[in-house]
Structure formats: structure tokens, C-alpha cells
């Protein structure tokens, strides 16, 4: 069994970081994290802590459009043309590779790993989490700390709530809050 922490969305290590400071923690994670906007790769380079991709997390391995969100240096970017938070530039996007996630973690991992993921994808989450339900990469998680934008971009509210209540039922899955939401109130119990 390895500990494993997939951050999916990573900018600039902040979640990993506070990972790293949280009592979910030990030396013996592995971390990968998955950030495709081009110039937050910086933010990585000198990390020999994380194992790092450039890759956007979608539903097959491709070439694909992808907009750079115009708010604070990137936030928001998105593979999803549907978004509309952020301000993505749909006018001129810029080609990333995709990862077939689901694929990724069957070929990589075991069920028997302990497996912590942090998902934070601007919109994606919702054909990337639908794929894992179906073929049974979701069971591989044990515990998910999500962000969802169904309220930023043309998802409806069916939809949205069709998955988390699909989640709820994965037996074995511990459905959260975003990381920060966690660590936050965790660090709130230590005062």
C-alpha cells in the first residue's frame, strides 16, 4: 500500500502546501500535481517533493483548446468553453495536452493504495468525475477534496447534484470540502 496525494488544478503548490501542514500528512506521500497553464510551471521546477505534469486532467489523452482565465495571473483557466468566471480567453486559446485520468490511475495505482485527491479544474470535474463513476477509477480514491463550478458556467443544478449524490454512495469514498476549507478549521480546533 503507498500514500498517495493527486492535485488536480495545482497553480502554484498552495494545496500541497498546506497538505504537507495538515495532520493528513507523512513523509512517505507521494504527491503528483497536475497544473496546464504554461507560465505556473515555474512554480514547480525546484520542487523535488512533488512529481509534476503540465498536463490538463480531462476524460482521454488529446490535444485540446484551452483558456487562459484574464483574472490574478491565470486563475480559472478552463478546458470548458461553458465558463464564464474568470473571464477565460476564449479568443485566442492555446493547445495543452489532456491526461485520460481515469486510465492514468488504473494503470498506475492499486485499490489498495491509500489515495487522497484534490480537484480543483475549473469545470471539468464534471465529465472527468462522471468517466471514474463508470469505469471504476473512483474507487480507487479513498478520500476527495472537491471544487465544483456548476454555478460559474452552464452546468444545471441536475446535473451537478446527480454526481454528488452519486459520490455520496461510492462505498469507501470520503466526500470533502476544498483542502483549504479542511485546513483551515483545522488549524481553527488548534487555537
Known amino acids: 500500500m503507498r ?23 507523512a513523509p512517505d506521500y507521494i504527491i503528483y500535481s497536475f497544473e496546464p497553464v504554461p507560465h505556473l510551471s515555474k512554480h514547480y521546477r525546484d520542487r523535488k517533493d512533488i512529481i509534476f505534469s503540465d498536463k490538463a486532467i480531462w476524460t482521454n489523452d ?10 490574478h495571473g491565470g ?17 485566442h486559446p492555446i493547445q495543452v495536452q489532456s491526461i485520460d485520468f481515469s486510465k492514468w490511475i488504473i494503470d498506475n495505482f ?11 479544474i475549473e469545470g471539468a470535474e464534471y465529465d472527468v468525475l462522471e468517466k471514474m463513476i463508470t469505469d471504476g477509477s473512483i474507487n480507487y480514491i479513498k478520500k476527495a477534496y472537491l471544487e465544483f463550478h456548476y454555478d460559474r ?9 446527480e454526481l454528488i449524490d452519486k459520490l455520496q454512495k461510492i462505498n469507501g469514498l ?18
Open 174 to 191: 470520503e466526500l470533502l470540502k476544498q483542502l483549504s476549507w479542511y485546513v483551515k478549521n483545522e488549524q481553527n480546533k488548534r487555537v
Open 153 to 161: 458556467m452552464s452546468i444545471k443544478k441536475e446535473r451537478h447534484f
Open 3 to 25: 500514500n498517495i496525494f493527486l492535485d488536480c488544478g495545482g497553480n502554484i503548490g498552495q494545496s500541497i502546501d498546506r497538505f504537507k501542514n495538515s495532520s493528513l500528512y
Open 110 to 120: 492499486s485499490k489498495e493504495d491509500h489515495i487522497i485527491l484534490k480537484m480543483d
Open 62 to 71: 488529446s490535444t485540446l483548446n484551452f483558456f487562459i482565465g484574464r483574472n
Open 75 to 91: 486563475v480559472g483557466s478552463t478546458l470548458m468553453k461553458e465558463k464564464w468566471s474568470c473571464k477565460p480567453d476564449f479568443a
